[in-house]
């Protein structure tokens, strides 16, 4: 039962994971575009190194949540 609950915490993870890389791709794009003010630009950049560090930690708790599952 364990393992199952493991295998859906990775799932789970790895949704998070492309969720969080798909808003760093968008907050990036829009960072670089320069029609949009500078305090957009700005924040669109923060935003996107929030997702990125999101996405990063789903990946490790994906993998963590895969070994367990595995074990």
Do not use: L, P
């Not at 996107?48 to 949540?65: R, S, T």
């Amino acid at each position: 039962m364990e393992v199952i609950k493991d295998a859906a915490k990775a799932v789970s993870e790895k949704f998070q994971e492309v969720t969080s890389g798909a808003s760093y791709e968008a907050n990036k794009e829009k960072a670089k575009d320069s029609s949009n003010t500078a305090g957009e630009r700005v924040g669109a950049a923060v935003d996107a190194a929030g997702d990125k560090a999101k996405e990063i930690g789903h990946a490790c708790k994906k993998e963590v949540h895969k070994q367990e599952a595995t074990h």
